[in-house]
C-alpha cells in the first residue's frame, strides 16, 4: 500500500462488546434466553385477550429484547466481516447465530399472534397511545399476513434456517475469502491478491494491467464454478420451496412485500431501465470505445478511467475534507452527524487479507451507532463510495430514535441517502475542477457509475428473475448460468463490448445473489429517485434540506408515497422513473457535447 494511504482508520467494536469471550456478551446472552423463556409463558396465547395498553407494554418488551439480540448478532456480524479467513472467528460467528436462533425461537409467536387478530379486534387495541406508538410496525408485518404459516412451519423454517440457507451462505463467504488471484507487477513478481485488490486492479488505467486482471478474476472462478453453480442452485431451490408454502406470485414477490413495494412499480421501474438501455448504456459504451480508439471494448474495459479522470493517490484526511464539506454545504446538522465517524472509531477503512469485500454501514441496534467498513484504495471512486456509505450512516443515526423495531428503512429507500449523498459530494467536487479535460473525466466517472448502479442492477435483476424461473424446472449447470449471465450483460451494455472467454463466470462473485436474492433493484431504484429528489433540489427554495432531514428521521414508519409526497414525487407514476432515468441521459448529453 502507497506511504499515502497508511494509518487508514480500523473500528472499535468496544461500544458493543470488549470481546467474544467478554463477560458482558455472555452475561447478554443468558439474560436474553432468561427474558425470552418468560415473554412467552406471559404471552402465548393470551394476545387477543389483552387491552391497548398491555398489548402495548407487550411490544415494548418484545421490541427491548428485539435489541439486545440484535446487539449480540450485530457484534458477531462485524466480528466476522472483519477477519472471515479466521476458523475461531467463524466458530464464534456460528455458535452466535445458533445461539439466537435458539433463543428468538421463543419470540416467533409474538408476530404469529398479533397477524391472526382480525382487524377490528387490533384497531380497538390500537385507540391506546402504547399500542399506537408501534402502528407503522404492526403495518408492515401485517404486509406478510397472506403468507404466513402454521407455528410450527414457522418455528422449523426458523430452526432450521442456521443448517439451510444460512450454512450455504457462510460457505459462500469463507470460499471467497478464502480465494487468491494470481497476478504478475510490472517486476515479474507474482502475487496472491484478495477479491477486492484483483477488483480494484479491474478499474486501472493501464490497459494490460486489467486484462490480467480481469482473466485472474475468471480463472480462479472458473476453477471454482461448480462450487458456486452448487451454492446458487441449492439457495435458489431453498427459496422455491419456501415461496411455494407462502404461495408467493413471483420469485421476487417476497422482496418487493418486504420493502413495501408493490410488484408493478418494480416492473415498471425494470421495464423503465430496459427500454433505456440503447439511449443510456448502448450510447455512452460506443462513445466510449470510440474515446479508445477501438471499434469494441473488451470486458475489462468497462471500468477503464479516462486518460483525463484524476488518477491520483487521494489520502484519508483529503478524503474526509471533501466529503464532509460536501455534507456542510447541504446541511450543517448532516455534516456534524457525519464527522461523528471519523472522530470516533465507527470506520474500518484499509485492505486486508481475510476481510470481507466491497463496502457497508451497518446500523447495529439504536442504543449504539452505526459502523462502515471499507476497502480504501485511494481512488476518487473510493471518496464517492466514502460519501455513499457515510450517507447511510447518517440515515441510521437519524431514524434511530424510532427504535428497534421502525428504525430500520425498506430497502427501497435504504440507498435514497447514501446515493444522495454521493451525489452532492460529485457536484462539490465536480464545481472545483477548473481544467476541462478533468471534468470531462470526472463527469464520464459519475456516467459509469450511475450506469453501474442502474444498468448493471437492473441486469442482474434481470439473472436473477430468469434463474429462479428456471430453476423451478430442475438444476441449472454452470454453463447455462454462464449464458444467462452473458445474455443479459449483452442486452445491458450493447453491442460495444466483446464479452467473451471467463467472463461468463463474473455471476458467481456477486454477493447479494446469495445474501439477499433481489436486493439489488433497490440500488437502481434508489438512484433514480435521488435523481428525481436531486432535481426538486436544485428547483427548490430555503427548507429542502430540513424535509429532506426528515424524510430520513422517518425510518421506516413511512411508505415510499408518503416519504415523497412533500417534495411532490410520485414513484408509483411511470414518469417518475423516465424522469430519474432522464439526469443520467443529460449527463451523457454534455459528455457528447464535449466531443
Not at 430496459?274 to 455512452?284: C, D, E, G, L, M
Request: with cysteine; net charge negative; proline share 5%.
Amino acid at each position: 500500500m502507497s506511504a499515502q494511504l497508511k494509518d487508514l482508520p480500523e473500528w472499535n467494536l468496544g461500544d458493543l462488546y470488549p470481546g467474544p469471550e467478554s463477560p458482558e456478551l455472555e452475561a447478554d446472552f443468558k439474560a436474553a434466553e432468561a427474558e425470552a423463556l418468560s415473554f412467552a409463558e406471559t404471552y402465548r396465547g393470551k394476545l387477543e385477550s389483552l387491552d391497548g395498553a398491555g398489548l402495548g407494554e407487550a411490544i415494548a418488551q418484545y421490541e427491548a429484547l428485539g435489541e439486545t439480540l440484535g446487539r449480540i448478532m450485530s457484534y458477531a456480524q462485524l466480528v466476522f466481516a472483519g477477519d472471515q479467513s479466521d476458523p475461531e472467528v467463524a466458530r464464534f460467528y456460528q455458535t452466535a447465530q445458533e445461539r439466537i436462533t435458539d433463543i428468538s425461537i421463543h419470540l416467533l409467536f409474538f408476530a404469529l399472534e398479533l397477524n391472526r387478530l382480525d382487524d377490528e379486534t387490533l384497531a380497538e387495541k390500537l385507540k391506546d397511545p402504547a399500542t399506537a406508538h408501534y402502528a407503522p410496525w404492526l403495518r408492515d408485518i401485517r404486509v406478510l399476513r397472506p403468507h404466513q404459516l402454521s407455528d410450527d412451519l414457522e418455528a422449523l423454517l426458523h430452526e432450521k434456517h442456521v443448517a439451510g440457507s444460512a450454512a450455504w451462505t457462510r460457505l459462500f463467504e469463507e470460499t471467497m475469502t478464502g480465494l487468491r488471484f494470481p497476478f504478475k507487477d510490472g517486476s515479474g513478481d507474482t502475487k496472491d491478491l484478495t477479491e477486492a485488490e484483483i477488483l480494484n486492479l479491474m478499474s486501472d488505467p493501464d490497459g494490460p494491467t486489467r486484462k490480467q486482471a480481469a482473466e485472474s478474476l475468471g480463472d480462479v472462478l472458473d476453477r471454482n464454478i461448480r462450487l458456486f453453480a452448487l451454492i446458487t442452485n441449492t439457495l435458489a431451490k431453498d427459496k422455491e420451496v419456501e415461496d411455494k408454502w407462502r404461495q408467493y406470485e413471483k420469485p421476487v414477490s417476497q422482496r418487493n412485500r418486504a420493502n413495501h413495494v408493490e410488484d408493478e412499480v418494480v416492473d415498471a421501474l425494470a421495464d423503465s431501465v430496459a427500454r433505456a438501455y440503447p439511449s443510456i448504456s448502448h450510447r455512452y459504451y460506443t462513445m466510449k470505445a470510440r474515446w479508445f480508439g477501438v471499434d469494441k471494448l473488451d470486458y475489462w474495459d468497462r471500468n477503464a478511467p479516462l486518460p483525463e479522470e484524476d488518477d491520483r493517490l487521494i489520502p484519508w484526511d483529503e478524503a474526509k475534507i471533501t466529503v464532509l464539506d460536501a455534507y456542510g454545504a447541504f446541511s450543517g446538522e448532516m455534516a456534524d452527524l457525519g464527522a461523528r465517524f471519523f472522530d470516533k472509531p465507527w470506520i474500518d477503512a484499509p485492505p486486508r487479507a481475510g476481510k470481507a469485500s466491497g463496502a457497508f454501514s451497518h446500523p447495529t441496534v439504536p442504543s449504539a451507532h452505526p459502523y462502515i467498513l471499507l476497502n480504501y484504495q485511494g481512488r476518487i471512486r473510493d471518496v464517492m463510495v466514502l460519501a455513499h456509505e457515510l450517507g447511510h450512516g447518517v440515515h441510521q443515526i437519524l431514524a434511530a430514535p424510532q427504535g428497534t423495531l421502525m428504525s430500520e428503512t425498506p430497502l427501497t429507500l435504504a440507498e435514497t441517502a447514501s446515493v444522495f449523498g454521493e451525489m452532492l459530494v460529485f457536484r462539490a467536487v465536480l464545481e472545483k475542477q477548473p481544467d476541462p479535460a478533468r471534468r470531462k473525466g470526472m463527469l464520464a466517472a459519475k456516467v459509469e457509475d450511475m450506469l453501474n448502479t442502474v444498468v448493471r442492477q437492473i441486469a442482474m435483476y434481470r439473472f436473477e428473475e430468469i434463474v429462479h424461473n428456471e430453476r423451478r424446472g430442475g438444476e441449472l449447470t454452470a454453463e447455462r448460468l454462464g449464458e444467462i449471465w452473458t445474455d443479459v450483460q449483452t442486452q445491458a451494455l450493447g453491442p460495444a463490448f466483446r464479452l467473451g472467454g471467463n467472463f461468463r463466470h463474473f455471476w458467481a462473485y456477486i454477493p447479494h445473489f446469495i445474501h439477499t436474492p433481489f436486493y439489488v433493484y433497490a440500488y437502481a431504484f434508489g438512484d433514480c429517485l435521488v435523481n428525481s429528489l436531486y432535481a426538486a433540489y436544485q428547483d427548490s427554495d430555503a427548507g429542502f434540506a430540513e424535509k429532506y432531514l426528515q424524510m430520513l428521521r422517518a425510518g421506516g414508519t413511512l411508505r415510499h408515497k408518503e416519504l415523497l409526497a412533500p417534495f411532490g414525487l410520485n414513484a408509483a407514476d411511470p414518469a417518475f422513473w423516465d424522469k430519474g432515468l432522464g439526469v443520467l441521459s443529460g449527463f451523457i448529453d454534455e459528455l457528447e457535447a464535449m466531443g
